[in-house]
């Protein structure tokens, strides 16, 4: 089974520039998440979905960040314009709520650098 | 809000020695959850713990949750060079299904 499927793995992008995150869940998962980990740092809820509806977006910089789930499946995740401290790695994830405790299966992530 | 913490940071032990990661939440929890994330990966689940004073073990890591369900730990015995990575906790918001806050993690270090 194919797990949490996330591009692109590195981006590299001046200041101000705008950027864009494509997640693709487990199949099967009713719930998405986006996640933020700096260097060093825990991985930290930017937005999570229950099927097309984003039940916590509370940690979503809505001025510059914006996120959909079309037909509550792959979502993507924007940033514009970038600023150079959102370098971090932004990390999807998938769980089946409902399931065993909620349990959160993370994609590789996709590493983001503003210069 | 809630927060959960986690100590130590850092950690370096020579191979073979113990190891232990301590996890504190601000609020009580429905659950903790523990990941593995090794360098340059991403973070992999390991267990889940919901009863109070749940003691789980897989090979060498025991895994605790406290009475409370406010702190949990986990121990590893006779650590080896491919438990190196950062260890983190997440717990589950007993007021709120689905969400977990994460610890910012335990780095560990082991020399062979």
């Known amino acids: 089974e194919a797990g949490v499927v996330q591009s692109p793995r590195y981006k590299i992008i001046e200041k101000k520039q705008p950027v864009a995150f494509w997640c693709n869940p487990i199949?099967?998962?009713?719930?998405l998440y986006w996640y933020r980990q700096n260097l060093g740092q825990g991985p930290e809820l930017l937005i999570r979905y229950e099927n097309e509806e984003a039940v916590d977006d509370s940690q979503l910089p809505k001025d510059r960040f914006s996120a959909e789930r079309l037909k509550g499946v792959d979502s993507t995740l924007k940033i514009q314009p970038a600023e150079l401290g959102d370098s971090a790695v932004y990390l999807c994830a998938s769980s089946f709520l409902g399931g065993p405790g909620n349990t959160i299966y993370f994609g590789e992530g996709s590493w983001l650098t503003v210069v | 809000g809630q927060q959960v913490m986690q100590i130590p940071q850092y950690q370096h032990v020579q191979e073979g020695e113990d190891f232990t990661t301590y996890c504190n939440s601000s609020?009580?929890?429905?659950?903790i959850q523990w990941y593995k994330q090794r360098p340059g990966g991403h973070p992999v689940f390991l267990i889940q713990l919901v009863k109070s004073g749940e003691v789980k073990k897989q090979k060498r890591l025991t895994f605790q949750f406290g009475e409370a369900k406010k702190n949990s730990s986990l121990h590893i015995t006779a650590t080896q060079t491919t438990d190196v990575g950062t260890y983190f906790c997440a717990g589950g918001s007993a007021s709120n299904t689905g969400k977990l806050i994460f610890g910012q993690g335990t780095t560990l270090q082991v020399k062979p």
């Open positions: 609020t009580t929890l429905s659950n």
């Open positions: 199949s099967g998962h009713n719930t």
